[in-house]
């Protein structure tokens, strides 16, 4: 049994393990292009209901994933009731790129129509996909006001921001949000104080890239003829777990999975392999000095 957590003040209890959809959608990840392309509708299917069949109850997808919205509701719609779902708004799909609009009126007709094509009459969170100039969006106010109207509407639980690390502190003083959306690995851990904050604001705080874009898994050794610099970075975690690659996984999840105030953290999978190494990953147990001596390493 994965261990749960609460995902705000309030909010459900969701798997520390959460799974993120955007592989299963959209052309995404390191290496060439064909280790870069998505999984085909079979495929994809496949991972979904392993997901659930898992444990893992928190599915976050967005707009801007491509196909992955109707992909979830092509497959999921009939096991609605056992997971929580998140979505996002601001960035849409135009495939095979994307825009932004964070009009009030461009949010609110995306909202409909992730409801839409995700087959469901509710979304437990939506959270705002920030573009190039989050701080704008937030002056503006349009985007958080149609997300609250689609919340009075019943049409969304809970707000959130997938924002920017930088603008984690000024979303928890906001009071805007239930839950943020922050960027938090072994390589980026900047964002500790805030995760803090929000924890003591009762703001859920669920993590994206625990892996690093797939830096902290074996599927770096591929990424290193690109990016020389990442082998030096990484180079301690590297030696932690003497040389083998196949354990830095459980060693990034373990670290984030450390801090109390982390209610899920979001692995994307796009094949069974990739899931069962992820759940594997999370479930593996470490000497807490292992992961002590990688939370004393200073990226």
């Given at each position: 049994m994965l261990e749960r957590r609460r995902l705000c003040a309030g909010g459900p209890l969701v798997t520390v393990l959460g799974f993120g959809a955007l592989e299963i959608g959209r052309n995404w990840g390191i290496g060439d292009a064909g280790a870069?392309?998505?999984?085909?509708?079979?495929?994809?299917?496949?991972?979904?209901?392993?997901?659930?069949?898992?444990?893992i109850n928190l599915i976050?997808?967005?707009?801007?994933?491509?196909q992955s919205e109707a992909r979830i509701g092509q497959v999921l719609a009939g096991r609605r009731q056992e997971f929580v779902l998140a979505s996002k708004c601001g960035e849409h799909n135009r495939e095979p790129g994307t825009y932004y609009d964070f009009s009030y009126e461009a949010i609110r007709d995306s909202i409909d129509r992730s409801l839409e094509l995700l087959?469901?009459?509710v979304i437990d969170l939506m959270q705002i996909h920030f573009g190039p100039d989050p701080e704008g969006v937030l002056d503006a106010g349009e985007t958080v006001r149609a997300m609250r109207g689609?919340?009075?509407?019943?049409?969304?639980?809970?707000?959130?921001?997938?924002?920017?690390?930088?603008?984690?502190?000024?979303?928890?003083?906001?009071g805007d949000f239930q839950v943020l959306q922050l960027e938090y690995n072994l390589l980026q851990r900047g964002v500790e104080?805030?995760?803090?904050?929000?924890?003591?604001?009762?703001?859920?705080?669920?993590?994206?890239?625990?892996?690093?874009?797939?830096?902290?898994?074996?599927?770096?050794?591929?990424?290193?003829?690109?990016?020389?610099?990442?082998r030096q970075r990484l180079q301690p975690y590297i030696?932690?777990?003497?040389?083998?690659?196949?354990?830095?996984?459980s060693l990034a999840m373990a670290f984030v999975r450390r801090n109390p105030g982390v209610c899920s953290i979001?692995?994307?999978?796009?094949?069974?392999?990739?899931?069962?190494?992820?759940?594997?990953a999370f479930s593996a147990g470490l000497p807490p000095e292992l992961v002590a001596a990688a939370a004393a390493v200073r990226p």
């Open positions: 870069r392309e998505r999984p085909g509708s079979e495929a994809a299917a496949a991972v979904l209901h392993a997901v659930l069949d898992a444990g976050d997808t967005a707009s801007a994933y491509h087959r469901t009459d689609a919340q009075e509407a019943g049409k969304v639980r809970y707000l959130g921001a997938s924002a920017p690390n930088r603008l984690a502190e000024r979303c928890v003083r906001s104080p805030a995760i803090d904050r929000a924890a003591e604001q009762g703001v859920g705080v669920v993590l994206r890239g625990p892996l690093a874009g797939g830096w902290l898994t074996p599927r770096a050794r591929d990424g290193f003829g690109v990016k020389p610099e990442m030696d932690l777990v003497d040389g083998d690659l196949d354990r830095l996984p979001l692995a994307g999978s796009k094949s069974l392999e990739h899931l069962r190494t992820n759940v594997a």
